[in-house]
């Protein structure tokens, strides 16, 4: 191949005449996903017009080939093999735009040549995949890898031996190159054919020294590859019986060799004799440019596929162009990117080609002279170059008749009636449970995640937090492919599919929290019919569980299942009665299960106990209002409150569960503010542990439950902590800052700061009455309403406010002492 500075597209052409050429099969060994390869293949096809192609594939994908012309198909695509019988053991075999394969096959659907894959079948590569797992045909264990990362590159699916040589790191070692990539797109992906240049020179030549590799390397450690060249040959005879030697074949250049070379048909026939098989299924899916990346785990992985694809469509001037592109995505993210900054990266490309030997400016010099000229050097806006453009986010289509399981079938009527559109990239999508169309999406996303099709993932909104809206961030990966054939197995239809699996987890499941999730997971899924199902086999288990841990693990499911019935229009009255018979036993089992705690367990039983709170304010008002104490729930609330006392009074109770049943008591207005002072004087008291007293202050004040604010709020809690801490032996000291850290590093920044401030400052000076207990100086406080301090602001509040708005003074409030404490949990604003 000669070396001009431009890359031609591969247009239609119309050959006239043939070009003569040896008897024998035109064999064209190429290197999968390369641009110049295809365009290579293009221009060989051109001139020898065979009347059949030979594409490397399986083939049980014969009858999908005239798919490949219909105007619905749009690579990246991917054949995708798995067996019947067990739609888990899967393989794919991608073809990209630039794929010298996908070239070949649509020049011979567009030329009326015949068109046939001759690879091994898939019906034995997936058994012989299967036993090098040690694995039966349908039995899923020991699956590790993604299925079909290594097929249609020389290796069988699902191969584990390490890694065969690479013959164009051979190759290009041999040339006196160290970096393979860098020489194979110089001598190849960079050039194409010049003017009167034959074009079937370039693979006479890559024969040549294949076969000096093979001679070299054998096999080169390739499993199955005898088998698999054995195949090839027979196809290949097959069709020169046919055709005669009219005949070209696509495939990897490592092939070529074998191919070429003098065999038997009874000894080809011996090779591919009793190999194992299994039934079946096969179909085109969509596939994107990030699986087929090298980073992805695809063993043919490129390192650029959207550099490649551009390589293959850019007509002339191919870096010109992509600086062109890559301006464009750096503006659409609000940087500064002018013309002069695209032909100055432009002239940076170049000059670095010329200064490294290169005949055309690569991926490197372009991504370099990015760098300095459009991101003045920073990484950061880069990283978005390659994701957006190096790589890509190109998600392919397939026509609508291409076969498919029943369940991808309805999967893609459901999708086009609700509007829901797979994409290759993150995307965040919001629905509003209110309207019919979104919450028939907010279901069918949750029934394919009960089929683990994960297409979509629940997030944190950023907006309301009431249970009328949900937040999904979704991402299409081609593997769904294989995931939706597993899931056809449970039904036909996403609903029946969702609740037969439900149905059969719900039966299996052997905790109880297994089963509330499950029901959880039923209610935001629509699924009325499991739901039956799974209520019996939650309360047999809630009847036999006495573990308290378990029973607290498994009521905050079932709380928020209450309220999603609520705005999903759901019955969920069964699911109530076993929700409350559960708080019930929590509140009479969990003080004997806080006691004698270890620390890692005592912290497991705080969560519990802040996890059973907010459930029970749930369960006393499933519709936002705080129900008043009395007959059933909200008598609950009371028995809860009561449970809670009992805790924050119990000495032999964990110091941290203590402090945190005497925080919520605080929050829910029923622990008056003396009462918690004194609380908080018996655990600080002298003749108490410090690691105890530690972990009583972390539970009262720690974590994001706003215990900050409440001491910079409470002057006397605020008094005791610090005369605690100043009192804290030596010795001891050591031993409780690793828990006073971990309680103070979770206050916002402004929290400790204004902390330090008080503490810094000092008592403070000023003084009046005082409860009983409190301490005469207390640090860093004021008695009183700093008036100067006060009417500093007020001229500013003028302005904004309006005069007539604000008064001419600050005067405090007579009938008020103090702050108000903010309240946390369900009560906090």
């Known amino acids: 191949m000669t070396s001009p500075r431009t890359a031609p597209a591969p247009p239609p052409r119309k050959a006239t005449t043939r070009r003569p050429r040896t008897p024998g099969p035109l064999l064209l060994g190429v290197r999968h996903h390369g641009p110049g390869s295809a365009r290579a293949v293009l221009a060989a096809l051109d001139a020898v017009r065979p009347r059949a192609v030979l594409v490397e594939g399986p083939p ?21 093999a798995h067996a019947e019988d067990d739609p888990g053991l899967a393989s794919f075999w ?48 020991g699956r590790g890898e993604e299925p079909g990362d290594t097929a249609g590159r020389g290796e069988e699916p699902g191969e584990t031996e390490p890694a065969p040589p690479d013959p164009i790191a051979v190759l290009a070692e041999a040339a006196g190159h160290d970096d393979p990539e860098r020489w194979w797109e110089d001598v190849v992906e960079h050039r194409s054919a010049a003017s009167g240049a034959d074009p079937v020179a370039p693979f006479t030549a890559l024969a040549e020294a294949m076969t000096a590799l093979r001679e070299t390397y054998g096999d080169g450690g390739h499993p199955h590859d005898d088998v698999r060249e054995a195949f090839m040959r027979i196809r290949l005879r097959a069709a020169r019986k046919e055709f005669g030697d009219e005949v070209a074949v696509v495939c990897g250049a490592w092939h070529v060799p074998a191919l070429a070379a003098r065999t038997t048909l009874t000894a080809d026939r011996s090779l591919v004799k009793g190999l194992p098989k299994v039934r079946t299924g096969m179909t085109w899916v969509p596939w994107t440019h990030h699986r087929l990346a090298r980073r992805s785990g695809y063993g043919a992985g490129i390192e650029a596929p959207g550099w490649y694809a551009h390589l293959f469509h850019a007509p002339d001037r191919p870096v010109e162009r992509w600086m062109t592109k890559v301006a464009g995505l750096l503006r659409d993210q609000d940087r500064f990117v002018s013309p002069a900054h695209v032909i100055e990266a432009v002239r940076l490309a170049g000059t670095l080609a010329a200064l490294r030997g290169r005949p055309l400016a690569g991926l490197d010099e372009a991504t370099d002279a990015v760098r300095a000229v459009m991101c003045d050097g920073s990484d950061v806006p880069l990283a978005l170059v390659h994701d957006g453009l190096v790589v890509g986010d190109t998600l392919g289509e397939v026509p609508d008749g291409a076969p498919a399981v029943p369940l991808q079938r309805d999967l893609t009527r459901q999708l086009r009636t609700l509007r829901l559109k797979p994409e290759p990239s993150d995307r965040e999508v919001e629905f509003d449970l209110r309207q019919d169309t979104d919450a028939a999406r907010s279901r069918l996303l949750h029934r394919l995640r009960l089929l683990a099709v994960d297409w979509g993932e629940p997030v944190a909104g950023r907006g309301s937090t009431g249970t009328f809206r949900e937040t999904w961030r979704l991402r299409w990966e081609p593997e769904l492919s294989v995931r939706i054939a597993e899931a056809g197995t449970w039904g036909t239809t996403v609903l029946t599919a969702a609740t037969a699996k439900a149905e059969s987890d719900a039966r299996a499941a052997t905790t109880l929290g297994e089963v509330t999730a499950l029901a959880e997971h039923c209610l935001l899924a629509g699924l009325p019919g499991a739901l039956r199902v799974v209520m019996r086999a939650l309360a047999d288990r809630a009847a036999l569980d006495a573990d308290v841990a378990h029973l607290a693990e498994a009521l905050p499911a079932l709380a928020r299942s209450l309220r999603y019935g609520d705005v999903r229009a759901t019955d969920t009255a069964a699911l109530g009665e076993v929700a409350t018979g559960l708080a019930t036993r929590i509140c009479v089992g969990l003080p004997a299960a806080c006691t004698g705690l270890d620390a890692d367990s005592a912290e497991a039983m705080r969560r519990a106990v802040d996890e059973v709170h907010g459930a029970i304010a749930l369960l006393a008002a499933p519709d936002g209002r705080v129900a008043p104490d009395g007959p059933g729930t909200g008598g609950l609330r009371g028995r809860w409150a009561a449970v809670l006392r009992t805790l924050s009074a119990r000495d032999t109770v964990a110091g941290v569960v203590r402090g945190r049943a005497a925080r919520l008591l605080l929050d829910e207005g029923r622990l008056a503010d003396d009462e918690a002072a004194r609380l908080m004087g018996l655990a600080l008291s002298p003749g108490a542990p410090p690691p105890q007293a530690a972990a009583w202050i972390d539970g009262f004040v720690g ?69 009983p207990g409190t301490p005469a100086a207390l640090p860093g406080f004021g008695p009183e309403l700093d008036g100067p301090r006060a009417d500093s602001v007020l001229p500013v509040l003028r302005l904004i406010l309006g005069p007539d708005r604000v008064p001419e003074r600050s005067e405090p409030e007579p009938d008020r002492t103090r702050p108000a404490l903010p309240r946390t949990g369900v009560d906090r604003p």
């Open 60 to 80: 049980e994908g014969d009858a999908l080939l005239p798919l490949a012309a219909d105007p619905q198909m749009r690579p990246p695509v991917a054949l995708l």
């Open 94 to 141: 991608p073809m990209a735009e630039f794929s010298p394969e996908w070239v070949a096959i649509r020049w011979a659907l567009a030329h009326g040549a015949a068109v046939r894959f001759i690879d091994l079948p898939a019906a034995h590569s997936l058994a012989l995949a299967a036993a090098a797992r040690g694995e039966e045909p349908g039995d899923t264990a």
């Open 703 to 771: 974590g994001a439950s706003g215990g900050g604010m409440l001491l910079v709020h409470d002057e006397r809690l605020l008094a005791l902590v610090d005369g605690w801490l100043t009192g804290v032996p030596d010795h001891a000291f050591t031993d409780v800052l690793p828990l006073l850290r971990r309680t103070f590093s979770a206050y916002e920044p402004g929290v400790r700061r204004t902390l330090g401030e008080l503490a810094r400052r000092g008592p403070a000076t000023a003084g009046r009455a005082r409860g």
